[in-house]
């Protein structure tokens, strides 16, 4: 090797060694920085799950899970469409489950919310405003139902909190449905916003997932 190369290389080296140097220093006025909350990929659904002791009640979170339309700019149609599937273990019979799903709409005039689900081999098309949610019907769940919820939300603590806007609304819908036996557990949600060419915003989330099996009645003694 010549003396030419090697003195390539140590120069090499020593700038190598000066920019390491540089980069581990921290950049003015960062000190006392830090990042907060969770990392985010942004426009794309993602989810949490708690389960109770008993294995009966799953709770699902959703973080964006949502269609919007702008009055003022944008399409005039948005859509969102996702699949959550839950593996049971029910080789020997049919289960029932409640379905309850929890949301917010806020449909300005010109502008229209809709909200499809495909659940457990039935299609529901859910009427919004008679699933509005009233301030008494707002209270927290108890048993198995409380235990999944929690254990989500500590999963998901650090989302961001969407603001609900005054001329907005929760809402909550029902859904009776039946698993076959062998089946897994399978939901679809369809959510669909509109607005007409001169006016009208809209948004249409769901926050939260609760599915529960039903219980059978207890057999009479006789």
Known sequence: MSLRMMFG??????????????????PAGAEGAKFKGSADLPGAVQIVTGFSDDKQVVTVIFRNLEAAVDGTRGPL?????ATVSL??????????????IRGF??????????????AA???TVIDLKKARLKDKEKAEPEGAVKQARD?????AKDHPRRDRLAEGFDFMHRIQGTVPAGANYQATFLLLVERDTDAGSALLTIDTFDVAIVKPPAKKKD
């Open 9 to 26: 290389i140590l120069l090499l080296a020593a700038a190598l060694a000066a920019e390491t140097a540089r980069s581990d220093e921290a």
């Open 77 to 81: 149609v948005d859509t969102r469409v």
């Open 87 to 100: 593996p049971m273990d029910n080789k020997d019979k049919e289960v029932r489950i409640t379905q309850d």
């Open 105 to 118: 709409v806020i449909a300005q005039q010109g502008a229209r919310a809709a909200l499809i689900v495909q």
């Open 121 to 123: 081999g039935k299609t």
């Open 151 to 155: 254990r989500a939300r500590a999963q």
